[in-house]
């Protein structure tokens, strides 16, 4: 890995630790094109839905392939992010299309889908 990149994924785990303090947010991590989690997790304490390890790789495999489609890109412009509401949590993904890497989020139930999205985009542009 190259010295940039170590310095990005730094950046980027020193960002997923500031979404893990926002009440609402259950998981912040970044998995990579291979649908791995290379940073970030669960809230310390916090118990996963999913709490089989082979389900939760699958589940970021799937949502490393969804996020970096681009079959729409040229007529929709590119996916900003995806989130799905379910029963028992919002899970959003944020490609990074140029590192080839997603955040992926899971935060409680009522939380505002589009508030949460603007929170972390200003988190993750802000070059603190």
């Given at each position: 890995?190259?010295?940039?990149?170590?310095?990005?994924?730094?950046?980027?785990?020193?960002?997923?630790?500031?979404?893990?303090?926002?009440?609402?947010?259950?998981?912040?991590g970044i998995v990579n094109i291979s649908g791995n989690l290379v940073l970030g997790g669960f809230k310390?304490?916090?118990?996963?839905?999913?709490?089989d390890e082979t389900k939760l790789q699958a589940f970021y495999n799937f949502v490393s392939k969804a996020?970096?489609?681009?079959?729409?890109?040229?007529?929709?412009?590119?996916?900003?992010?995806?989130?799905?509401?379910?029963?028992?949590?919002?899970?959003?993904?944020?490609?990074?299309?140029?590192?080839?890497?997603?955040?992926?989020?899971?935060?409680?139930?009522?939380?505002?889908?589009?508030?949460?999205?603007?929170?972390?985009?200003?988190?993750?542009?802000?070059?603190?």
């Amino acid at each position: 890995m190259s010295e940039q990149s170590d310095s990005n994924f730094q950046l980027y785990d020193e960002k997923c630790k500031i979404l893990l303090k926002e009440p609402e947010i259950r998981f912040a991590g970044i998995v990579n094109i291979s649908g791995n989690l290379v940073l970030g997790g669960f809230k310390e304490g916090l118990t996963p839905y999913e709490n089989d390890e082979t389900k939760l790789q699958a589940f970021y495999n799937f949502v490393s392939k969804a996020s970096i489609r681009k079959e729409f890109d040229e007529s929709l412009g590119p996916i900003n992010y995806i989130a799905a509401r379910r029963d028992k949590a919002v899970l959003i993904s944020f490609p990074f299309p140029l590192s080839k890497i997603l955040l992926l989020i899971s935060a409680e139930p009522n939380v505002n889908i589009e508030d949460l999205a603007k929170k972390v985009v200003e988190i993750f542009t802000n070059v603190k």
